[in-house]
C-alpha cells in the first residue's frame, strides 16, 4: 500500500525559506519511470503543480518558480525534500507531495496517491 | 503553458440524476505515439487531498465506481457521472499531465439539488 505524509513548519515568516519533507512507503524512487511531485493549494482555489523528480534523479520545475525551487531525493530514507527560497504571503497553500506511477505499456500518467498535506502559512 | 478551463463553475443535480462537466485544454494533449490523451479527472471533498478518478481520459483509477466515466480527445473533454450519489458532492478538477508545467483546471463543484 502506498503511502504519503509531507512534514515542514506551519508558519513561515516572510523571506524565509521554506523546506518541507515527503517521506513515502509502498514503492521504492529508485525503480524505473516513478517520480515523486510536489503540488501546492491555496484555499479556496485549484491545485498548482510545482517540481517533479524521477527515480533517475531528473528533475522538472514550474517555469514561474523555478528560481525558488529545489527538489531533491533520499532513496536510503524514502524521502523527498522541497525548498522554496524568499517565502511571501501568497505563497500560503496545503502543499501536498503525490506519487507518479509509470506504466510499463504506456508510461508515466496521473499523480495517484497524495499524501494529506501541510498547511503552510506565510505571515510575520 | 496548457491551460486548462471548465464549465460550469458549478451544478446542481438531483440524487439518481446524470452530472456532466467540460474540460478543455488550450493545445492538445493527445500523445500521438501512443494515442492517448494525457487527461485526468479528480475528486476533492472538503479537508482532503485530491482523488484520482479517471487518468489517460476515460481509464478508471483503482475502486472506482463505474457511474463515473470520462470521454473527449485532444482539446475537449467530458467527466460524466451518470447517476449522481450523496458522497459525489464534491469539488471536480481536470489534470493534463501531457507537459510540464503540469496544470489543473478551476474546479467545478457538484452539489445536490
Known amino acids: 500500500q502506498i503511502t504519503l505524509k509531507e512534514s515542514g513548519p506551519t508558519l513561515v515568516k516572510p523571506t524565509q525559506t521554506l523546506t518541507l519533507t515527503c517521506t513515502f512507503s509502498?514503492?521504492?524512487?529508485?525503480?524505473?519511470?516513478?517520480?515523486v511531485g510536489w503540488i501546492r493549494q491555496p484555499p479556496g482555489k485549484a491545485p498548482e503543480w510545482l517540481a517533479l523528480?524521477?527515480?533517475?534523479?531528473?528533475?522538472r520545475y514550474s517555469p514561474s518558480l523555478k528560481s525558488r525551487l529545489t527538489i531533491t531525493k533520499d532513496t536510503a530514507k524514502d524521502q523527498v525534500v522541497l525548498t522554496m527560497t524568499n517565502m511571501d504571503p501568497v505563497d500560503t497553500a496545503t502543499y501536498y507531495c503525490?506519487?507518479?506511477?509509470?506504466?510499463?505499456?504506456?508510461?508515466?500518467?496521473?499523480?495517484?496517491?497524495w499524501g494529506q498535506g501541510t498547511l503552510v502559512i506565510v505571515s510575520s | 503553458d496548457i491551460v486548462m478551463t471548465q464549465s460550469p463553475d458549478s451544478l446542481a443535480v438531483s440524487l439518481g440524476e446524470r452530472a456532466t462537466i467540460n474540460c478543455k485544454s488550450s493545445?492538445?494533449?493527445?500523445?500521438?505515439?501512443?494515442?492517448?490523451?494525457?487527461l485526468a479527472w479528480y475528486q476533492q471533498k472538503p479537508g482532503q487531498p485530491p482523488k484520482l478518478l479517471i487518468y489517460?481520459?476515460?481509464t478508471r483509477a483503482s475502486g472506482v465506481p463505474d457511474r463515473f466515466s470520462g470521454s473527449g480527445s485532444g482539446t475537449d473533454f467530458t467527466l460524466t457521472i451518470s447517476s449522481l450519489q450523496a458522497e459525489d458532492v464534491a469539488v471536480y478538477y481536470c489534470h493534463q499531465f501531457y507537459r510540464t508545467p503540469f496544470t489543473f483546471g478551476p474546479g467545478t463543484r457538484v452539489d445536490i439539488k
Open positions: 503525490a506519487h507518479r506511477p509509470y506504466d510499463n505499456i504506456w508510461g508515466s500518467y496521473a499523480f495517484d496517491y
Open positions: 493545445q492538445t494533449i493527445l500523445y500521438t505515439s501512443n494515442k492517448q490523451n494525457y
Open positions: 509502498g514503492f521504492s524512487l529508485s525503480t524505473d519511470g516513478v517520480g
Open positions: 523528480i524521477y527515480w533517475n534523479d531528473d528533475k
Open positions: 489517460w481520459t476515460s
